[in-house]
């Protein structure tokens, strides 16, 4: 025991009246791997079958702000024990905070922003976003930026102060299906009544479209060149809604050219008008 007292009490640093021994290295260790388990009882407790009702990105939330505020508490735990007073330190660092957050008002401006997502939660994960025309489907929200994932498979971080003031559309936010439209325009003198029943029979033949009694085509304009239909369904896919468009367009095409519907394109008629004084 008096080994151990003596190993405690060795002095790593002194500087005048101040000194930190070993014990107070212990002490930082115990506190940090307390905290460590501390969150992991937590993230246990949180994603345990009894929360199943909650979603993914709520709960992936809550964790994420109880994570900050153990890491707060435990911080100034440490500098306490250090003897660092986190209240004088404040108080006597308080210009000096006032010069850093001018330096650093947009990081600081990111992590109100990520506390706002991260309590508002009008945002979770695995929700598919529209940001600046780019859609994204968010893999995870920290306290100062965002991770996410574009169509084409690249990561992109997003500061979170950009998801609170730009306007975004939320694809996935009041449900996880979400209507879509594909637009095509036919020649002049097409059947219209077989037109809207090809374009309906090509949208449920689909196998991701859900809701197949809500596919609907309709008649929307008389263009220049060409009548102007579009056929309006429901998928799940929204992330990927891409390639669905491009199969179904596919099946169109196809039942188009066994039907000989011909798919309009861009028509200009000119007309010369001959000067008959020019040839006097």
């Given amino acids: 025991m008096e080994i151990i007292k003596n190993v405690l009490d060795f002095e ?3 500087y005048g009246d101040y000194s930190i021994k070993v014990s107070k290295l212990v002490v930082i260790l115990l506190i940090i791997l307390s905290t460590y388990f501390v969150l992991w009882i937590i ?3 949180l994603y345990a079958k009894k929360f199943s009702k909650v979603d993914t990105g709520t709960t992936y939330a809550i964790y994420q702000i109880i994570r900050y505020l153990v ?13 660092v007073k986190v209240t004088l330190l404040l108080a006597g660092s308080a210009a000096l905070l006032v010069g850093i957050g001018l330096g650093l008002q947009q990081t600081f401006n990111d992590i109100i922003s990520g ?3 991260l309590s508002e939660r009008s945002i979770k994960i695995n929700d598919v976003l529209e940001i600046d025309g780019d859609v994204v489907r968010i893999q995870s929200i920290g306290l100062r930026t965002s991770k996410a994932l ?9 500061p979170n102060s950009l998801i609170t003031t730009s306007k975004v559309v939320n694809w996935s936010h009041q449900s996880k299906r979400t209507r879509f439209r594909i637009e095509v325009g036919v020649a002049y003198g097409s059947d219209v009544d077989l037109v809207i029943r090809i374009l309906e029979e090509s949208a449920r033949e ?3 479209i859900v809701g197949k009694d809500l596919v609907e085509a309709r008649l929307m304009n008389f263009g220049s060149s060409s009548l102007d239909f579009h056929v309006l369904f429901f998928s799940k896919s929204i992330f990927r809604i891409h ?3 491009s199969d179904i367009r596919r099946i169109i095409c196809k039942k188009f050219a066994e039907n000989n519907i011909v798919i309009s394109f861009p028509q200009l008629d000119v007309h010369l008008k ?7």
């Fill in 115 to 117: 506390i706002i997502l």
């Fill in 43 to 45: 993230k246990k407790a």
């Fill in 206 to 208: 689909y196998p991701d």
């Fill in 12 to 14: 790593i640093f002194s």
């Fill in 150 to 158: 574009n169509r084409d498979d690249i990561s992109i971080i997003i």
């Fill in 243 to 245: 390639k669905v468009k």
């Fill in 71 to 83: 890491w707060i508490i435990a911080i100034g735990i440490i500098l306490e024990s250090i003897g």
């Fill in 274 to 280: 001959s000067d008959s004084s020019l040839s006097k």
